[in-house]
T-cell receptor, first 114, second 114 residues
Framework: KQEVTQIPAALSVPEGENLVLNCSFT??????LQWFRQDPGKGLTSLLL?????REQTSGRLNASLDKSSGRSTLYIAASQPGDSATYLC?????????????FGKGTHLIIQP | ETGVTQSPTHLIKTRGQQVTLRCSSQ?????VSWYQQALGQGPQFIFQ???????GRGNFPPRFSGLQFPNYSSELNVNALELDDSALYLC?????????????FGPGTRLTVT
């Protein structure tokens, strides 16, 4: 059974710092990995999707890497801003593809202090 | 392009009652998945619908059921509500079987069971 772990569970840093959020998964037979942002009480916003054949994806100040063989992904946030405060969730889709759903971690609760 | 929408936003029900939640998928998407997110946890996969049939299911009992309509919208039905069913229910749409399976989530329905 796939398990996804995110470290740290919570993080509070001053504005302007560069951050690394970690995600690990137990079964490397994945189709893709997706990073999401969730504001309190809201739905999920997709940030980046990395296919299993890719090593990294970038969008603006965000960069996500994937090392499938070691079961790890990192989300790098450059020059953090107070508006980045949210919970960040990592999720993997199994190699079977469509019908098995995503397995999520519990998330990293991020606070950026002005 | 219209995103994923869900209704209602909030709902309060009594233990033992039945509830129906609704989801409209993003334009061009033919697959709908439902997730349950308890407070402080990552979302858990309930089931997925494609071509009006359930084609994948997580570890949820049969009292959780669903429908998908020809316009790809979907319903989640929960019978015999229990206190532990209190959660944020998220709907996600994607394309199947082609594409990246990138999931796009709606804003969720907050269900409280008393």
């Amino acid at each position: 059974k796939q398990e996804v772990t995110q470290i740290p569970a919570a993080l509070s840093v001053p504005e302007g710092e560069n951050l690394v959020l970690n995600c690990s998964f137990t079964d490397s037979a994945i189709y893709n990995l997706q990073w999401f942002r969730q504001d309190p009480g809201k739905g999920l916003t997709s940030l980046l999707l990395i296919q299993s054949s890719q090593r990294e994806q970038t969008s603006g100040r965000l960069n996500a890497s994937l090392d499938k063989s070691s079961g790890r992904s990192t989300l790098y946030i450059a020059a953090s801003q107070p508006g980045d405060s949210a919970t960040y969730l990592c999720a993997v889709r199994p190699l079977g593809g469509g019908a098995d759903g995503l397995t999520f971690g519990k998330g990293t609760h991020l606070i950026i202090q002005p | 392009e219209t995103g994923v929408t869900q209704s209602p936003t909030h709902l309060i029900k009594t233990r033992g009652q039945q509830v129906t939640l609704r989801c409209s998928s993003q334009s061009g998407h033919n697959t709908v998945s439902w997730y349950q997110q308890a407070l402080g946890q990552g979302p858990q996969f309930i089931f997925q619908y494609y071509r009006e049939e359930e084609n994948g299911r997580g570890n949820f009992p049969p009292r959780f059921s669903g429908l998908q309509f020809p316009n790809y919208s979907s319903e989640l039905n929960v019978n015999a509500l229990e206190l532990d069913d209190s959660a944020l229910y998220l709907c996600a749409s994607s394309t199947h079987p082609q594409g990246s399976y990138e999931q796009y989530f709606g804003p969720g329905t907050r269900l409280t069971v008393t």
